[in-house]
């Protein structure tokens, strides 16, 4: 008895976009203010500077954690003084994100002010990179469970051929993964929810190629 071997095309191929989103509630905010100290010419101890700077910061905002840029330090027109200027940034609860123009004015003290206090609303990238990785997961789980329905409406074997993700859908904001970023505030809209919280809603559109597989029979 010889076997028969029936071969189907093996370049035929389906493809399709996929899409998976998540949306997130923006609970922190990222907030900067410029710092600038007035200090004697002979003033080095670096240390104490900071714990001078902290000081009035946490009187600010009370209870995060604040990240100095470059330190500049340049003379000042009063005799025997230098002053100082530093940006301090910091990511607070979106409930600490009020009247900081004013908080920022009232936290100062003579010889050290704070000001241009700035509110940025981005998500952590951090936070961004994991959802993305998450987000690729989905789609490929989506695509295995895909595959079962595609064999059975076609008759025939079918295989993952290659998977592109990030693919350009619409004009909104693109992280380095390729993913995009929009606000989602319609996807968290509660009329029983308290304060106000904004959201970003982050998209992954993927380009999916399957393979047919050779039938043996």
Not at 41 to 46: H, K, L, N, R
Not at 131 to 151: A, K, N, Q, Y
Not at 200 to 217: F, G, P, T, Y
């Amino acid at each position: 008895m010889n076997d028969k071997i029936y071969l189907t095309r093996q370049d035929d191929s389906l493809r399709y976009r996929v899409i998976a989103q998540r949306t997130l509630a923006q609970d922190t905010v990222c907030v900067s203010v410029n710092v600038a100290l007035l200090v004697s010419a002979v003033q080095t101890d670096q240390v104490e500077l900071q714990r001078q700077i902290r000081d009035v910061l946490n009187r600010f905002i009370p209870d995060v954690e604040w990240i100095f840029s470059t330190l500049h330090r340049e003379a000042n027109p009063t005799v025997g003084f230098e002053q100082i200027n530093v940006k301090a940034s910091a990511r607070i609860p979106s409930s600490q994100n009020f009247n900081l123009k004013d908080r920022a004015r009232r936290a100062s003290r003579e010889g050290l002010t704070l000001g241009g206090a700035m509110v940025d609303y981005s998500l952590p990238v951090s936070l961004v990179n994991r959802v993305v990785h998450e987000l690729r997961g989905e789609i490929i789980e989506s695509v295995l469970r895909e595959i079962s329905d595609f064999e059975q409406q076609t008759g025939r074997k079918w295989r993952i051929g290659d998977v592109e993700f990030g693919i350009s859908g619409r004009s909104d904001e693109y992280t380095a993964k390729g993913a995009q970023r929009s606000t989602g505030y319609e996807d968290l809209l509660d009329p029983d929810g308290e304060g106000l919280s904004g959201s970003e809603r982050i998209s992954l559109v993927a380009e999916v190629c399957l393979r047919a597989l050779a039938d043996n029979k």
